[in-house]
């Protein structure tokens, strides 16, 4: 290690520019040949000379760049002569070979191109496609006179067209141009792609819509009760059962420790829930707890065709006067306090948690970060709590604008709900789309029938989903994102300490008795789990999960290898991707 520390990173190259802290002399001007006047003389004197600089700065000189070509850099003035002229000139070569190497960087990335899954051309009348918060007729179709204000807008880009876009009762579309934004650190959002999703009439669409059907009907079953309770061994055998269910499984079985689950590393380890949505933590002076305010048992929405339609049609309900609130406060316990918690959660919420708790645990930091082994210094604004928990925030917004293009300009992929709704009129017979026989066969959808009369797909929130297309997940983009950056930081192999797990009401928080979980895993199970819980709130696919997760992922590595290009020291930080395989960037 120690002789990697004293390594320089060869993406920046000093400039030839001799060092010197000599003074600027008569023959190398320092002074703005503007005049002073002599009160801001004296004041730039009393304000002495830290402060004096900074106000200096504000004092305008010729660029650099345009005085390059015009006299020898020694000449190169700058206000008030605060830095020698040739150390502030390799200064600012550095910085121009470092913002050069970074859009070399960005230029040498693989040329993407995007593929939808060819629904919305397939079908006519859109029932593949996203269409919600616009008009539809009776049987849940859109008006395709509204639906082509859409299509206009999408391909035009035109401000103004997405402002001619045809609604229905009045909800408003979210974002839609958030996708065509510009990012000047990492991939850009048209840089990076999610793969085709699964046809509306696929075995693998059906697979994913009977899980979901099955998530709505379990969303009260405690995690820890998953290995008892009869409602989750019957979905384990038919997902097990189905011609294309591609979620994890043991044995060649979906079990109770794998169902609902991701495939990433560690995901499959312990409880169901990961320590970080769980542990209590300090952020700064303040002690917060998880416990959290959910809602009651047995509260589920959009069961009736009316409401349904209605919401289709962009009603908008007063959520204030609906939800029925649980007045205790508790730990996550099931899939429905899971669902409420990422209804309201800040998007990035779960993993400035996740870095609170990791800080205060005295996790290790990455073997390769500058700092890991120094004998004389230690992390503050580099390789410490402030860069981190800034860094957190900084991919997450970065994150958004990359699968908000997917969302509105590559994939119009519907959203859960509007395909249960085909699913309904199918079985009533009203009409006759080409949805695979895994989901119209289904126990699940048998069972919510019996339950509420209809074949829709139960909601836990009110107003369903939100007004933006399914494919990817904004939520799991985010968690992508996020927890790359912390595995990138944070060393993996380290072990979680304190385990908990909540007791049976969510009241309070019991230690955890199993083996050890590590730091990677873990982030790696709270990424899933905010994914998955889209998924059973109802609003999100399973694919709209587990690539998202990887799409985050890809805008972090980017922008970690731009931000490794700034470092003075050597930075060589390794962390394992959700597909298993370790990288160091």
Same mark, same amino acid.
């Given at each position: 290690? %120690?002789?990697?520390?004293?390594?320089?990173?060869?993406?920046?190259?000093?400039?030839?520019?001799?060092?010197?802290?000599?003074?600027?002399?008569?023959?190398?001007?320092?002074?703005?040949?503007?005049?002073? %006047?002599?009160?801001? !003389?004296? #004041?730039?004197?009393?304000?002495?000379? +830290?402060?004096? $600089?900074?106000?200096?700065?504000?004092?305008? $000189?010729? =660029?650099?760049?345009?005085?390059?070509?015009?006299?020898?850099?020694?000449?190169?003035?700058?206000?008030?002569?605060?830095? =020698?002229?040739?150390?502030?000139?390799?200064?600012?070569?550095?910085?121009?070979?470092?913002?050069?190497?970074?859009?070399?960087?960005?230029?040498?990335?693989?040329?993407?191109?995007?593929? *939808?899954?060819?629904?919305?051309?397939?079908?006519?009348?859109?029932?593949?496609?996203?269409?919600?918060?616009?008009?539809?007729?009776?049987?849940g179709e859109v008006d395709l006179a509204a639906y082509s204000t859409l299509e206009r807008a999408r391909e035009s880009r035109?401000?103004?067209?997405?402002?001619?876009?045809?609604?229905?009762?009045?909800?408003?579309?979210?974002?839609?141009?958030?996708?065509?934004?510009?990012?000047?650190?990492?991939?850009?959002?048209?840089?990076?792609?999610?793969?085709?999703?699964?046809?509306?009439?696929?075995?693998?669409?059906?697979?994913?819509?009977?899980?979901?059907?099955?998530? +709505?009907?379990? !969303?009260?079953?405690?995690?820890q009760e998953y290995d008892t309770n009869t409602l989750i061994w019957q979905a384990c055998n038919e997902l097990s059962n189905l011609s294309d269910f591609r979620g994890p499984r043991d044995n060649g079985r979906v079990t109770p420790q794998t169902i609902f689950r991701n495939s990433t590393p560690g995901d499959l380890a312990g409880p169901w829930l990961s320590q970080f949505l769980i542990q209590d933590f300090f952020f700064g002076a303040n002690a917060f707890s998880q416990r959290m305010t959910t809602v009651l048992p047995g509260t589920n929405y959009m069961t009736s065709y009316e409401d349904w339609l $209605?919401?289709?049609?962009? #009603?908008?309900?007063?959520?204030?006067?609906i939800i029925l609130f649980d007045t205790t406060p508790r730990y996550i316990r099931n899939m429905r306090d899971m669902a409420r918690w990422v209804q309201v959660d800040a998007l990035y919420q779960?993993?400035?948690?996740?870095?609170?708790?990791?800080?205060?645990?005295?996790?290790?930091?990455? *073997?390769?970060? =500058?700092?890991?082994?120094?004998?004389?210094?230690?992390?503050?604004?580099?390789?410490?709590?402030?860069?981190?928990?800034?860094l957190v925030c900084e991919v997450a917004t970065r994150a958004l604008k990359a699968v908000w293009y997917q969302k509105w300009f590559v994939h119009h992929r519907l959203r859960p709900e509007e395909f249960g709704g085909h699913v309904h009129n199918n079985l009533r017979g009203a009409t006759n789309h080409p949805i695979h026989p895994d989901v119209l066969n289904s126990q699940a959808v048998q069972e919510v029938f019996n339950r509420y009369g209809t074949w829709l797909l139960p909601q836990a929130f009110p107003e369903g989903s939100p007004t933006h297309t399914s494919y990817g997940s904004g939520h799991a983009t985010v968690a992508g994102a996020c927890v790359t950056a912390l595995k990138a930081f944070f060393d993996e192999d380290d072990i979680i300490k304190n385990p908990m797990a909540p007791n049976a009401s969510g009241t309070g928080l019991i230690p955890y008795e199993g083996p050890?979980?590590?730091?990677?895993?873990?982030?790696?199970?709270?990424?899933?789990?905010?994914?998955?819980?889209?998924?059973? $709130?109802?609003?999100?696919?399973?694919?709209?999960?587990?690539?998202?997760?990887?799409?985050?992922e890809t805008v972090t590595i980017g922008i970690l290898q731009e931000q490794k290009l700034t470092y003075n020291d050597n930075v060589e930080m390794t962390l394992t991707k959700f597909d298993g395989t370790k990288i160091t960037i």
């Open positions: 290690m %120690s002789n990697r520390r004293v390594r320089k990173s060869s993406a920046i190259k000093e400039s030839p520019v001799k060092h010197t802290d000599n003074a600027p002399t008569e023959s190398s001007p320092a002074r703005d040949s503007s005049p002073v %006047s002599s009160g801001r !003389r004296r #004041f730039l004197g009393r304000a002495g000379g +830290a402060a004096a $600089a900074v106000i200096a700065a504000g004092v305008a $000189a010729e =660029p650099a760049a345009a005085q390059v070509g015009k006299k020898p850099s020694c000449e190169l003035t700058f206000p008030l002569g605060v830095e =020698p002229t040739d150390r502030a000139l390799n200064r600012y070569a550095k910085s121009y070979t470092c913002r050069m190497n970074a859009s070399i960087l960005a230029r040498e990335r693989p040329l993407v191109y995007q593929h *939808p899954n060819g629904d919305d051309k397939l079908y006519p009348n859109k029932i593949g496609s996203y269409t919600k918060a616009l008009p539809h007729n009776d049987l035109d401000p103004a067209d997405f402002e001619r876009i045809q609604l229905g009762l009045g909800r408003l579309l979210t974002s839609p141009q958030a996708g065509l934004a510009m990012d000047l650190e990492g991939p850009d959002s048209h840089h990076v792609m999610l793969p085709p999703a699964p046809r509306f009439d696929s075995a693998e669409e059906a697979g994913e819509a009977v899980e979901l059907y099955w998530m +709505a009907l379990t !969303r009260d079953v405690n995690f $209605a919401i289709q049609n962009g #009603f908008d309900p007063d959520l204030n006067s779960a993993y400035l948690h996740a870095c609170l708790i990791l800080l205060g645990q005295g996790t290790r930091i990455d *073997p390769g970060l =500058p700092l890991y082994d120094s004998r004389v210094q230690a992390g503050f604004a580099q390789c410490g709590g402030p860069h981190i928990l800034s050890p979980l590590t730091v990677g895993g873990e982030l790696n199970k709270v990424a899933s789990n905010v994914a998955n819980a889209r998924n059973g $709130a109802g609003v999100h696919w399973r694919t709209d999960a587990v690539n998202s997760l990887v799409l985050g």
